[in-house]
């Protein structure tokens, strides 16, 4: 998995700094989670390619969050794009977007599908044969979900010289790689272990913004190897955190504690905080290890 | 007048390259004229203050002039803005705006009035004892208005010296400057023209994008100091402007010249053209003098 982290600050874009925006690569997919304002340009800096975009997640209305989602999908209608695009987001979104595109006259040209989302629990709303994507409920002012993004098994690893030295035809490789026992050309039974190894192990990912603390979401994303978990704020100004409901970088860290989730990464900083460092240290104290989302890093998961 | 461009390119914003928006400073107002993705960033890159805008117009519904609209209003909130806003644009705006409130719970704590254009006849829709504001009907592929801001005539410049000499109480300054003849202490008649010179040439300014060559514009922006009209196109891409209903820089300076405007500045440019300096030798063939806007640059009118 590859993270690309578009914009990770809070509430308004600004020259140097995106609101919330990411682009989640695995297994062939390019997920783009949320899309604050400006999130075509920072898909244009980072030479992402927005034909590869064909699911976009969005986990709740507040502006900082989509604002950039009309402007993307006219871009792409501009741009003369064909390919189907998947919506995922909560009840009302389909109604911001047509709304804009009827009085605008300007329909796209290829489908746009919406997937409304309006449960509190837990549910799959993505699945091929290589992902599945989950919501995770969060709890904020208005209904928001995170995404939890977990790879299926990938192929085991064919041992080619092994498998041609007990005379197995090529005609089984497939079926050795997705874990079946056979026979070779000699009609001896082979065991797939014998010419297999476990392939690469597959990844998850957890997108948590945003959010007051929620104990309720440890078991959904319980051992993802990086969860993203939003800290607008330090634990100095918790008492901010009761009326926004958002959390700090402490109590991000002990909800990756809780989950023995691979890395914490932290984002969604507030703007009054000039030195991001110290939510690394203040989250060090809980859990590690902890990274700093910023603007345009990549994270390799 | 000081018109700052904050962007003037069409379509789609880039990395380099602002969609439609710019301010017009004038007899103490700043008015905010469309507003694409991005604008609040403009704003904040060249310095002009959000609280000092109360009044945008916006021309079109279509993305490049106004998906920056609903960011700009959310930071005026979350800036605990407290002054009035007015917004002027087509019919649809305060659907699109209030449901985007509504959907993220986000109403505005100051009063938010929107005052929705449907005639296709130019008509006043802001005035006050320095400034009137009226609407320039174009011809676009969706209902799209160009405003004109004509300043009210200055005072007259009191010659304060011989004002003094000839007795004049300073009681009657105010009435002199407002161009009344008067008495002065000794009861003497003194017309206005002995003691009082022209004041400053009040200013006009035009803008007009999106729009077909229309020569039904001309009476209205009729000897306007300047006249912003889009060139998307370059006369050798002419049949490009028949379906997208745009303009030629050549168009644009005909309509200038028929007009006799003081000064053309072009802008609103497809991306396809590298060399802006093309629009402005075009449309020298026909008018002069001719400006380029580009983002960031400001023009004193």
Not at 36 to 46: A, D, K, S, V, Y
Not at 121 to 131: G, H, L, P, R
Not at 247 to 269: D, F, P
Request: with cysteine; hydrophobic share 40%; aromatic share 10%.
């Amino acid at each position: 998995m590859k993270l690309t982290i578009l914009g990770c600050y809070s509430a308004t874009p600004r020259i140097i700094a995106q609101t919330t925006a990411q682009v989640l690569e695995t297994r062939g997919h390019h997920f783009l989670i949320d899309c604050g304002e400006g999130t075509q340009i920072e898909l244009r800096r980072h030479k992402l390619k927005f034909n590869q975009i064909k699911h976009i997640f969005i986990s709740h209305l507040h502006g900082d969050h989509y604002f950039g989602l009309i402007g993307l999908i006219s871009t792409f209608r501009l741009l003369k794009r064909e390919a189907d695009l998947y919506i995922y987001g909560p009840k009302g979104i389909k109604d911001i977007i047509t709304l804009q595109l009827k009085l605008s006259k300007s329909w796209t040209d290829f489908n746009l599908f919406f997937h409304e989302l309006e449960s509190t629990d837990s549910e799959c709303i993505f699945e091929d044969d290589k992902v599945s994507v989950y919501t995770i409920p969060l709890i904020h002012r208005i209904y928001t979900n995170g995404f939890l993004f977990v790879e299926k098994a990938f192929d085991r690893k064919l041992n080619v010289e092994k498998a041609e030295e007990k005379n197995i035809d090529k005609a089984y490789f497939r079926k050795l790689k997705q874990g079946s026992d056979i026979l070779n050309r000699d009609g001896i039974f082979i065991k797939n272990a014998e010419v297999t190894s476990i392939g690469v192990k597959p990844k998850s990912y957890a997108f948590c913004s945003d959010t007051a603390y929620s104990e309720a979401i440890v078991p959904i994303i319980k051992s993802v190897d990086a969860l993203y978990h939003e800290s607008t704020f330090l634990e100095s100004q918790e008492s901010l955190c009761i009326h926004t409901k958002h959390s700090t970088a402490k109590q991000a860290a002990t909800i990756a504690k809780k989950a023995e989730v691979g890395t914490l990464i932290l984002g969604h900083y507030s703007s009054r905080y000039k030195d991001l460092r110290l939510f690394k240290s203040e989250a060090e104290t809980v859990f590690r290890p902890v990274e700093l989302a910023t603007d345009g890093k990549v994270f390799a998961i």
